[in-house]
């Protein structure tokens, strides 16, 4: 089982940008398809995006344009870039490890979670 550990979060102002990473280990991570989730309070958990092993990303509609993924299998890190930040961007993030290489939008197609950091946009 891969085990994640995301860093990056914090307050921003609305317009503003940040950059989650989300270190994992184990030997799995290579061929795993990685994702980012979020949840914002009194809400579900939300896909934001997930990136395969070979490169091919997938973004939900709300983040398309602002967001970018990109992974670093030599550093076992995948990373979330956040542009043109807005208040409904606030919420906890969540990197997640797929149980398969393919293409995963699904909360319960992620077998490995890590904690979570906190994103807070300001109006």
């Known amino acids: 089982q891969v085990q994640l550990v995301e860093s990056g979060g914090g307050l921003v102002q609305a317009g503003g940008s940040l950059r989650l990473s989300c270190a994992a280990s184990g030997r799995t991570f290579r061929w795993a398809t990685m994702g980012w989730f979020r949840q914002a309070p009194g809400k579900e958990r939300e896909f934001v995006g997930s990136?395969?092993?070979?490169?091919?990303?997938y973004y939900a509609d709300s983040v398309k344009g602002r967001f970018a993924i990109s992974r670093d299998n030599a550093k076992n890190t995948v990373y979330l870039q956040m542009n043109s930040l807005k208040p409904e961007d606030t919420a906890v993030y969540y990197c997640?490890?797929?149980?398969?290489?393919?293409?995963?939008?699904?909360?319960?197609?992620?077998?490995?979670w890590g904690q979570g950091t906190q994103v807070t946009v300001s109006s």
């Open positions: 990136i395969r092993s070979g490169g091919s990303i």
């Open positions: 997640a490890a797929g149980d398969t290489g393919g293409v995963l939008k699904e909360a319960a197609d992620f077998r490995s």
